[in-house]
């Protein structure tokens, strides 16, 4: 996302969402954007490992009704991609539906 108006609009409309799991931990949920596999800068498995590691951390998150009532509220333009409230969204704005830590490929890195 590159226009400031729409980055600014975003980030007002964010909630308070108390207890948030992935708060401070903005370079993993960074890596499940699948524009970064795009560009080369990250493996299909870099970033297959990290939506499988960010999606468990969402599983576990106090604040996952309220991030998912926050996600849904969002037009498709306006979503941001990666791993957010539990589910994959594309570039286009949707779900990944088959994005989920039992359907993403092992690597074999974890236990
Ligand atoms: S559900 Fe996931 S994206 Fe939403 S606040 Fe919790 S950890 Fe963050």
């Known amino acids: 996302m ?8 975003l980030l007002a ?3 308070a969402l108390p207890g948030a799991r992935c708060k401070g931990r903005s370079d993993l949920f960074e890596r499940t ?9 990250l493996t299909k498995t870099e970033v297959d490992d990290a939506r499988r590691e960010a999606l468990r951390v ?3 998150c ?3 009704m309220a991030c998912r009532t926050w996600l849904d509220g969002l037009g498709v333009t306006r979503r941001p991609a990666g791993v957010v409230a539990g589910v994959v969204i594309t570039a286009g704005g949707t779900p990944a539906k088959t994005a ?12």
Request: charged letters at 20%; hydrophobic letters at 30%.
């Open 2 to 9: 590159s226009d400031w108006s729409t980055m600014r609009a």
């Open 13 to 15: 409309g964010i909630p």
């Open 33 to 41: 954007v699948g524009e970064h596999r795009m560009t080369g800068r």
């Open 58 to 60: 969402c599983r576990v």
């Open 62 to 64: 106090p604040a996952l």
């Open 100 to 111: 989920t830590p039992a359907t993403l490929p092992s690597s074999g890195a974890e236990s």
